[in-house]
């Protein structure tokens, strides 16, 4: 979608740039078009960014459960771990999800990227006693980071759009002021 977006918008500027050059009425009416076009699938993005909001949030949950289960190897761990540590975050909802991963199953224990402070045996879940287990979800933290920056690009969305209606709204007076000093070859 963003590379269609960047191909309208690249030919959008070349058109708007030779209908003001050469005032042409036809290459104006194609630069219009093509702002319009832009502002459309720049509105069907954003909807459907809000309306496919919750389920980009369960795959995630769906997917962070999956790889628990692959968390034996090399690649799966670093990365959960790396997760884990830079959201400040244990498990998908919370730090009982390891509890049901075959990595727990023997040790009762989370890995020490789910500790607060880590130390050597900071994973082992013993009898409720986990004041130095994060506590928060990795799904709760990225959801909340994947808001954080859903806000600020609606924000910059608004802006752009605001822009282009006024670019809209500019393109047709000046086709309109084109076709009333326009005088045709007789």
Not at 158 to 167: E, K, M
Request: aromatic content about 12%; glycine content about 6%.
């Amino acid at each position: 979608m963003l590379v269609i977006v960047g191909v309208l918008i690249f030919f959008m500027a070349l058109s708007g740039i030779g209908s003001v050059v050469k005032e042409s009425i036809m290459a104006m009416k194609v630069f219009l078009i093509l702002m319009i076009l832009i502002f459309l699938v720049e509105i069907m993005v954003e909807l459907s960014t809000y309306i496919f909001r919750s389920q980009v949030y369960s795959n995630l949950n769906n997917d962070i459960e999956q790889s628990f289960q692959d968390y034996d190897e090399i690649s799966t761990q670093g990365l959960l771990d790396q997760l884990q540590i830079k959201f400040r975050c244990c498990g998908s909802n919370n730090y009982t999800d390891w509890l049901k991963a075959p990595f727990s199953q023997e040790t009762k224990s989370v890995p020490r990227s789910c500790c607060i402070n880590i130390t050597e045996s900071c994973g082992r879940v013993i009898s409720n006693q986990t004041s130095n287990i994060h506590s928060v979800g990795c799904t709760e933290a990225i959801s909340a980071w994947i808001e954080e920056y859903f806000l600020i690009i609606r924000g910059t969305s608004v802006c752009f759009a605001f822009g282009q209606v006024i670019g809209i709204f500019i393109s047709t007076l000046y086709i309109k002021k084109l076709k009333d000093i326009y005088i045709p070859d007789y």
